[in-house]
Nanobody, 119 residues
Framework: QVTLVESGGDMVQTGGSLRLNCTIS????????MGWFRQAPGLDREYVAR????????DYASWVNGRFTISRDTAKNMMYLQMRRLKPEDTALYYC????????????WGQGTQVTVSS
């Protein structure tokens, strides 16, 4: 069982920056993937980025265009999403999730943290 808690969401102005945090409790494995997703009102949840827990390899949605950076600290059991040059369309509830090694399913999810970008 893995428990995830997001934090760091806030209201910022266009062009601002935020760092989201994901606190991970429970057993994780080096082959697990940790990811960030977001959901804006009225829209489907969408993928943002993922990182391999052990090796640190990363992947981003194409629309990120270098504005976001995903990272993790295995010693602290933390994952982060540094967001820069924020736009109003980045306004959403941001979730972290875990996909166990060998699985296609994102099995564990946090409750989300709200990011609001004002124009």
């Amino acid at each position: 069982q893995v428990t995830l808690v997001e934090s760091g969401g806030d209201m910022v102005q266009t062009g601002g920056s935020l760092r989201l945090n994901c606190t991970i409790s429970g057993r994780t494995f080096s082959g697990d993937a940790m990811g960030w997703f977001r959901q804006a009102p009225g829209l489907d949840r969408e993928y943002v980025a993922r990182i391999n827990w052990g090796g640190g390899a990363t992947d981003y949605a194409s629309w990120v265009n270098g504005r976001f950076t995903i990272s993790r600290d295995t010693a602290k059991n933390m994952m982060y999403l540094q967001m820069r040059r924020l736009k109003p369309e980045d306004t959403a509830l941001y979730y972290c999730a875990v996909r166990n090694v060998g699985s296609f399913q994102w099995k564990y999810w946090g409750q989300g943290t709200q990011v609001t970008v004002s124009s």
